[in-house]
């Protein structure tokens, strides 16, 4: 931590030291294969792709109101 962010931390009870392991251990748990369902469903990909865009499509329709 010294190295990039110029703090010293004395112990592992530090706010900062807690803060970096509890992000690299969600991280961790994220990037694990078979962690989301997409990844045993692949047509999971596809469904939420369209979904999402209809959601965009309906926020930013630009049409005047007659």
Do not use: E
């Not at 706010?15 to 692949?42: E, M």
């Amino acid at each position: 931590m010294n190295l990039a962010y110029g703090k010293n931390p004395k112990s592992y009870d530090d706010p900062d030291i807690i803060a970096v392991n509890r992000c690299l251990t969600r991280l961790g748990v994220t990037l694990c294969p078979g962690t989301w369902k997409v990844d045993i469903y692949p047509f999971l990909r596809h469904v939420i792709i369209h979904w999402v865009v209809d959601i965009i499509d309906v926020t930013t329709d630009t049409s005047p109101d007659i």
